[in-house]
């Protein structure tokens, strides 16, 4: 199974610090954060990558490479300095990702969710990975039914992780250009064909300089108990 990072977001809140630099090589622990999704993807046997970028994009090339420092083969789809949105830029990937079910994760979350957990999935059109929801997110996004269905009218939201297992069908009526993945998948939930499960353990939305501090101790803490 390919994994998709997506990598391509201006990261306007973490201004300055993404005025030169783009936000997946922002450093927690000394490493830039898309290295640590790669290392995790790699340990769980996903080693063809794909990896979509924008603004600064050249500089994720040039830090990552061909992958072959982390165990593994990554192929990039730029889009120029004008990002194409989540969905937007899962299609224009679509080529490098090929016609089989494909994971994507946001390249601006960390976690120590186990992603082999996902590579013996049957999915339909896609199958999410809920959390609590964070306390900047406290609406949430989706629910989850007594048979792992995903709904989106329930009272008691969860909140959408950044993971989930993607058919290419899932993008087949879209148009290529920007486009958001929220839509997509709200419109799959309502006939039905979206999965779930949600996790427990570790999970982050990297979205401002605080949060990435945050991360810098967690990650730092965990090495001094190991």
Do not use: C
């Amino acid at each position: 199974m390919k994994a998709m990072i997506l990598a391509a977001g201006r990261g306007e809140r973490m201004r300055p610090l993404t005025d030169h630099t783009p936000k997946p090589l922002l450093q927690a622990a000394g490493k830039p954060l898309i290295e640590h999704t790669i290392k995790q993807l790699v340990a769980a046997g996903f080693n063809d990558i794909v990896i979509n970028h924008a603004h600064l994009g050249l500089q994720i090339e040039e830090r990552l490479g061909n992958g072959n420092q982390f165990g593994a083969s990554i192929n990039y789809s730029p889009e120029g300095e004008h990002a194409l949105e989540t969905a937007g830029g899962i299609i224009n990937a679509l080529p490098l990702l090929g016609n089989e079910v494909f994971l994507v994760v946001n390249g601006d979350i960390a976690t120590d969710f186990d992603f082999s957990e996902l590579k013996n999935l049957t999915v339909d059109l896609a199958h999410l990975v809920l959390v609590d929801n964070p306390a900047h997110h406290p609406e949430g996004d989706f629910s989850l039914d007594n048979t792992g269905s995903v709904v989106s009218n329930s009272s008691e939201h969860l909140t959408f992780s950044g993971i989930g297992l993607y058919r290419s069908e899932l993008f087949s009526h879209i148009a290529t250009g920007p486009s958001k993945l929220g839509p997509v998948l709200r419109l799959a939930i309502a006939k039905g064909r979206v999965s779930g499960q949600k996790i427990n353990g570790f999970w982050m939305d990297i979205g401002t300089p605080e949060r990435l501090q945050e991360l810098d101790f967690y990650y730092t803490q965990q090495r001094k108990r190991s």
